[in-house]
Antibody, heavy 123, light 107 residues
Framework: EVQLVESGGGLVQPGGSLRLSCSAS????????MHWVRQAPGRGLEYVSG????????YHADSVKGRFTISRDTSKKTLFLQMSSLRPDDTAVYYC????????????????WGQGTLVTVSS | DIQMTQSPSSLSASVGDRVTITCRAS??????LNWYQQKPGKAPNLLIY???SLQSGVPSRFSGSGSGTDFTLTISSLQPEDFATYYC?????????FGPGTKVDIK
């Protein structure tokens, strides 16, 4: 059974930093691209970042570019999102998401989602 | 950047109704369109991928169609567990944009 378990969320002041983690199990982690999608309270879904299965390619949405960095540790089957210079509009539930297709990077379909971790940016 | 719109933004329907939700892309995305269902307090769930392929385990009352810029999600006979918010998502360009959502509630 595929499981994605996020951790690391919490309350942080504007300008602060936070590192989200996502522990993966139930599938061959090293063969799938992984992504982060967020959802502000009462709002819709926003794609944040993605990383290829080998970790060589990454993508960040313009809204987080230069402030967030996605990475992965294949040996630990863990996905990360390093967030810095946080702003109040980064407040959201952050979901760790698995790509549906083995080896795919260019056209993601999100078939498994974690339960999400809440990040609140406020003074 | 590719923009996604959905219509209607919300609808009220009864159990047994046929429901159709429309998603439109600001430019052609071929068939690179996915649909998700989200219930309150839960993570989204993949329903349809590449416009018309039914995800494993999803009931056959859900179907998708379309290509290019215009797409539809149809629920042939609405069930109590289908009251939720539905999002489309384009997987054609790296912004991988989601639509704003369509909330389906009980009439």
């Amino acid at each position: 059974e595929v499981q994605l378990v996020e951790s690391g969320g919490g309350l942080v002041q504007p300008g602060g930093s936070l590192r989200l983690s996502c522990s993966a199990s139930g599938f061959i982690f090293r063969t799938y691209a992984m992504h982060w999608v967020r959802q502000a309270p009462g709002r819709g879904l926003e794609y944040v970042s993605g990383i290829s299965s080998d970790g060589d390619s990454t993508y960040h949405a313009d809204s987080v570019k230069g402030r967030f960095t996605i990475s992965r540790d294949t040996s630990k089957k863990t996905l990360f999102l390093q967030m810095s210079s946080l702003r109040p509009d980064d407040t959201a539930v952050y979901y760790c998401v698995k790509d549906q297709r083995w080896g795919n990077w260019n056209s993601p379909t999100f078939d498994y989602w974690g339960q999400g971790t809440l990040v609140t940016v406020s003074s | 950047d590719i923009q996604m719109t959905q219509s209607p933004s919300s609808l009220s329907a009864s159990v047994g109704d046929r429901v159709t939700i429309t998603c439109r892309a600001s430019q052609s995305i071929n068939y690179y369109l996915n649909w998700y269902q989200q219930k309150p307090g839960k993570a989204p769930n993949l329903l349809i991928y590449t416009a018309s392929s039914l995800q494993s385990g999803v009931p056959s009352r859900f179907s998708g169609s379309g290509s290019g810029t215009d797409f539809t999600l149809t629920i042939s006979s609405l069930q109590p567990e289908d009251f939720a918010t539905y999002y489309c998502q384009q997987s054609f360009s790296p912004t991988f944009t989601f639509g704003p959502g369509t909330k389906v509630d009980i009439k």
